[in-house]
C-alpha cells in the first residue's frame, strides 16, 4: 500500500494540496488509492460494442466492471454521474457513464463517492449494463473503488496546454487532446506499413550497433560518451549505413533497419538531435531504383493511414502525394533560381562571388561542390513544395556514392524533398574499396580544415568492401520528417517525446 508522503504540502495549489489530504484521508482510512488487483472484466469498448444498440430504460440483468479515466463528474443529489474513459481523447478513445446511486451503493460508498472521486482520477465500477431513460447506455453501480488518485488536475478546456506545455507534458496532451493521440497512431501506422512494403519485396530488417567505436554513414556531428568497463571513448550512431553494407557484403541482399539516429546538432522546426530513420539496401538496384522504391513507401504510407495518396493535414488542408513526382537536377535547379548558368565545372570563384551577391557565407572547408550545395539550399529548397526528387549531386560532398555513370565530377543521389524539406535520401552506392578509402581520405584533409561533420577513415568497413560489395542502390528515409508531410506539423510535434531543454 501506498506511503505517507513526507513533503510540506501547505505552499501549493490549492487543487494540488486537496488533492493530497484526500490521498492522506484514504490512506488513514486504510483504503490504497492505488490498489493492485482490480477485478475488470470489460473494457468500455467491449460495453460500447455489445451493447450499443439497446433501447432507452432497459435494464439486461448483466454485472459487469469496468475502469477508466473520470472526464465528466456531477456529483450532487442521491444520483451521481460519471463519465469515464479509456484511450485518448475526442474520437481517438471510448467514453461510457456510470451512475452511482443512494439505492444501489448505500449512503456510506455514495457519500464517499462525493468526497473522494476527482476529474482525472483512474475509476473502477462494478454494477449492470443498462440504458437511462434518455436513452444513455450506462452501468448502474453497486460498488466502486478508486484505481489511481489524481494528484494534478487536468486542463480545463479554457485554458489549454501551450504548444511549449504539449511538448513537455506529452502524457497530459495525450489525455486532453485528439491530435496527440492520432499522431501516435499514425506513426505506428506509418512504421508498420514501411515494413511490410519492404518484407513483402524479400527485405529482411536487421538491427546495428547505436554505440560505435567510429562515427560514420553521414556528414555530422556525433554525441560522445565514455565507457568507463573498457576506458573507451563510444560515439552514439549517426547513421547505420556502414554496418547494413556489411551485411550486404555478408550475404544478405535486401537489408533494412528502421531506428533512432543521434546527430550533436541543432534543433528547429525540421531537425531533433534525436529521430527516427529508414535505411535500406538493395544489390544489383542503383538510384533510379530507390526512388521508385521510396515513392512506393510513402504513398502506400498515405494510402494506409488515409485510405488514398492526399494526405490530410491537422488543419484541414490536403497535400497530393499521388502519381509520379518530378525530377529535377540540382544544377538545373540552381542554374534556374540564380539566371546563370551553373554546373560542375563552374570555378570557386564565380561561385564565391554568387554566394557573397546572395549572403550566403563561405566557411574555409567548402569546395565548389558544398559551396554548390549550399547555394542550392538558399535559392531552391523552399520552392519544393510538391514532392520532387533533385538529383545528381557534386562526387565532393558524397563520400559514400558512386560516381556519375556520364557526367564526371557528379555522384549518382537524389535527395527527395516533400513540402520543403528534404524527407529521403538514396544512392547509386560506391562499392569499390579503393576509390572509398581516397574518399575517406579527402574527408579528412576536410577535417584537417575545420568540417566538424566529415567522415572517418574506418578501415573495417574497407576490409569488408574488399571481400566483395555487388553494386546496389541504398535509401535512407526521416520517419518524423515523412509525419511531417502527412500531418502538416512540426518535428516536435511527430515525435512522441521529443527532446526539450530543461524548465527554468
Not at 48 to 65: H, N
Not at 125 to 142: C, F, K, N, P
Not at 200 to 215: D, S
Request: hydrophobic residues 40%.
Amino acid at each position: 500500500m501506498s506511503t505517507e508522503p513526507t513533503a510540506d504540502t501547505d505552499d501549493l495549489p490549492e487543487q494540488l494540496r486537496v488533492r493530497r489530504e484526500k490521498r492522506a484521508r484514504l490512506l488513514e482510512q486504510g483504503v490504497d488509492p492505488y490498489p493492485v488487483g482490480v477485478a475488470r472484466t470489460h473494457s468500455l469498448a467491449e460495453i460500447r460494442t455489445g451493447y450499443g444498440d439497446l433501447e432507452p430504460d432497459q435494464a439486461t440483468g448483466v454485472q459487469v466492471g469496468v475502469t477508466g479515466r473520470v472526464i465528466f463528474l456531477r456529483n450532487s443529489g442521491k444520483l451521481c454521474f460519471v463519465t469515464l474513459r479509456e484511450g485518448g481523447a475526442g474520437d481517438e478513445g471510448v467514453e461510457l457513464q456510470a451512475m452511482i446511486s443512494l439505492a444501489g451503493v448505500g449512503a456510506d460508498a455514495l457519500a464517499a463517492f462525493k468526497a473522494d472521486v476527482d476529474l482525472g482520477d483512474h475509476l473502477f465500477v462494478h454494477g449492470e449494463v443498462i440504458t437511462s431513460r434518455r436513452g444513455e447506455l450506462s452501468v448502474l453501480a453497486d460498488s466502486w473503488r478508486l484505481t489511481a488518485k489524481a494528484l494534478r488536475p487536468l486542463p480545463v478546456a479554457h485554458r489549454p496546454l501551450s504548444e511549449e506545455n504539449r511538448v513537455r507534458q506529452r502524457y497530459v496532451d495525450l489525455i486532453v487532446r485528439p491530435q496527440a493521440r492520432r499522431t501516435v497512431e499514425m506513426r505506428a501506422a506509418v512504421n508498420a506499413s514501411v515494413r511490410s512494403v519492404l518484407t513483402g519485396r524479400g527485405f529482411l530488417e536487421v538491427e546495428t550497433p547505436m554505440l560505435q567505436l567510429l562515427h560514420g554513414g553521414a556528414a555530422a556531428r556525433p554525441f560522445v560518451t565514455h565507457m568507463n568497463a573498457l576506458d573507451l571513448d563510444l560515439y552514439l550512431r549517426i547513421a547505420p549505413e556502414l554496418y547494413l553494407k556489411r551485411c550486404v557484403v555478408g550475404g544478405i541482399d535486401r537489408v533494412f533497419e528502421v531506428n533512432r539516429n543521434f546527430r550533436n546538432e541543432g534543433t528547429d522546426s525540421t531537425h531533433s538531435p534525436e529521430f527516427a530513420m529508414l535505411e535500406a539496401y538493395q544489390t544489383y538496384s542503383d538510384y533510379d531504383g530507390m526512388a521508385e522504391l521510396t515513392r512506393t513507401l510513402i504513398q502506400q504510407a498515405a494510402i494506409t493511414v488515409f485510405g488514398s495518396t492526399t494526405a490530410v493535414h491537422a488543419d484541414g488542408s490536403q497535400y497530393d502525394l499521388g502519381g509520379e513526382w518530378e525530377s529535377i537536377t540540382l544544377f538545373g535547379a540552381l542554374s534556374e533560381a540564380v539566371g546563370e548558368q551553373i554546373d560542375i565545372t563552374t570555378p570557386m570563384s564565380d561561385l564565391v562571388a554568387l554566394a557573397e551577391r546572395l549572403d550566403v557565407p563561405v566557411a574555409p572547408h567548402y569546395g565548389p561542390g558544398k559551396l554548390a550545395e549550399e547555394l542550392f539550399e538558399a535559392t531552391v529548397v523552399d520552392r519544393l513544395q510538391a514532392p520532387t526528387f533533385v538529383r545528381d549531386f557534386p562526387a565532393e560532398t558524397s563520400p559514400l556514392v558512386r560516381g556519375h555513370r556520364t557526367v564526371p565530377g557528379l555522384a549518382e543521389k537524389w535527395d527527395l524533398y516533400l513540402r520543403g524539406a528534404e524527407t529521403a535520401t538514396g544512392y547509386s552506392e560506391l562499392v569499390d574499396p579503393v576509390v572509398q578509402r581516397d574518399r575517406f581520405l579527402q574527408q579528412a584533409r576536410f577535417a584537417g580544415l575545420g568540417d566538424a561533420e566529415a567522415m572517418v577513415l574506418d578501415e573495417d568497413f574497407l576490409r569488408a568492401m574488399e571481400y566483395g560489395l555487388p553494386p546496389m542502390g541504398g535509401v535512407g528515409m526521416g520517419i518524423d520528417r515523412l509525419l511531417m508531410a502527412l500531418t502538416g506539423l512540426g518535428i516536435r510535434e511527430t515525435i512522441l517525446f521529443p527532446f526539450v531543454r530543461p524548465a527554468d
